[in-house]
């Protein structure tokens, strides 16, 4: 005969935690984001020194359509420079940002579990990265080239320099934010959130929501670049499940014994 038992929690809590009442959380709260806030506009500011370098960078996937970019307002190329150092800074201080989301909630969790944070903040800076590489050398030039090859020979494209950063930016910036999936899906299966039986029977949905968001992405309205962008997508939420399993393993918690 087996019997169901719960198992408490062990006692790894660190004694040595300051407790923390709802205004130190705030204050905790309001710190972090300070920090993270001076660590962007830092990053924006190295990058705005740089801007015209990484315009440049930019304009790769489209130089060979289109040698060089117009702009119709005296104000376009400083709001598109403003955009360009937004979207590097960003990047920039990816490490900095997530290393205070993590320092925020590291003290509700165990010792075992605030072990994992430097795995969370390179994990997600790389997974960041990733997104952005995949923007940029893939699905940003499968896009431009299908979009500028309609009325190739009977139009001429004339695009100006604000139009194409916020296109290029906006796309490249999304879909690093979509690549940290399995970091965040990580996270919730560690503290207990999420677990990969409950990600399998939400598998549909997911698709559901993965398409919808595929389609606000992805700059075209045709389904092929919506495809290009979701079967990645789709490949990360399987490979989360897959992670979610390492992290339940790994948690200092069996929930459940025969």
Same mark, same amino acid.
């Given at each position: 005969?087996?019997?169901?038992?719960?198992?408490?929690?062990?006692?790894?809590?660190?004694?040595?935690?300051?407790?923390?009442?709802? $205004? #130190?959380?705030?204050?905790?709260?309001?710190?972090? %984001?300070?920090? *993270? &806030?001076?660590? +962007? /506009?830092?990053?924006? !500011?190295?990058?705005?020194?740089?801007?015209?370098?990484?315009?440049?960078?930019?304009?790769?996937?489209?130089?060979?359509?289109?040698?060089?970019?117009?702009?119709?307002?005296?104000?376009?190329?400083?709001?598109?420079?403003?955009?360009?150092?937004?979207?590097?800074?960003?990047?920039?201080?990816?490490?900095?940002?997530?290393?205070?989301?993590?320092?925020?909630?590291?003290?509700?969790?165990?010792?075992?579990?605030?072990?994992?944070?430097?795995?969370?903040?390179?994990?997600?800076?790389?997974?960041?990265? $990733? #997104?952005?590489?995949?923007?940029?050398?893939?699905? %940003?030039?499968? *896009? &431009?080239?299908? +979009? /500028?090859?309609?009325? !190739?020979?009977?139009?001429?494209?004339?695009?100006?320099?604000?139009?194409?950063?916020?296109?290029?930016?906006?796309?490249?910036?999304?879909?690093?934010?979509?690549?940290?999936?399995?970091?965040?899906?990580?996270?919730?299966?560690?503290?207990?959130?999420?677990?990969?039986?409950?990600?399998?029977?939400?598998?549909?949905?997911?698709?559901?929501?993965?398409?919808?968001?595929?389609?606000?992405?992805?700059?075209?309205?045709?389904?092929?670049?919506?495809?290009?962008?979701?079967?990645?997508?789709?490949?990360?939420?399987?490979?989360?499940?897959?992670?979610?399993?390492?992290?339940?393993?790994?948690?200092?918690?069996?929930?459940?014994?025969?």
């Amino acid at each position: 005969m087996t019997l169901l038992q719960v198992i408490p929690p062990p006692p790894d809590i660190d004694s040595n935690e300051p407790k923390l009442t709802i $205004a #130190g959380h705030l204050e905790e709260l309001r710190r972090r %984001l300070g920090i *993270s &806030l001076a660590a +962007l /506009l830092i990053a924006v !500011a190295i990058s705005f020194a740089h801007v015209e370098r990484i315009i440049r960078w930019l304009q790769r996937p489209i130089q060979p359509m289109l040698p060089r970019f117009a702009f119709f307002s005296p104000t376009e190329p400083l709001i598109a420079y403003i955009k360009v150092a937004l979207l590097a800074g960003t990047v920039l201080a990816m490490p900095v940002i997530l290393w205070q989301i993590w320092g925020f909630v590291r003290s509700g969790l165990t010792k075992r579990e605030r072990a994992y944070g430097v795995t969370f903040i390179g994990w997600g800076s790389v997974q960041f990265v $990733a #997104g952005v590489a995949f923007a940029y050398f893939f699905l %940003l030039p499968t *896009s &431009l080239r299908f +979009l /500028l090859g309609i009325g !190739a020979g009977v139009l001429e494209p004339i695009i100006s320099l604000d139009r194409y950063v916020a296109f290029s930016t906006t796309l490249i910036f999304w879909c690093g934010l979509v690549f940290e999936l399995p970091v965040i899906l990580f996270v919730l299966a560690m503290v207990g959130i999420v677990t990969p039986e409950w990600l399998r029977q939400q598998r549909a949905y997911a698709i559901l929501v993965l398409a919808i968001v595929a389609a606000v992405i992805t700059p075209t309205t045709d389904p092929v670049n919506m495809i290009l962008l979701m079967i990645p997508m789709v490949f990360l939420y399987e490979l989360s499940i897959w992670i979610t399993h390492v992290a339940i393993r790994r948690r200092p918690l069996d929930f459940v014994r025969r």
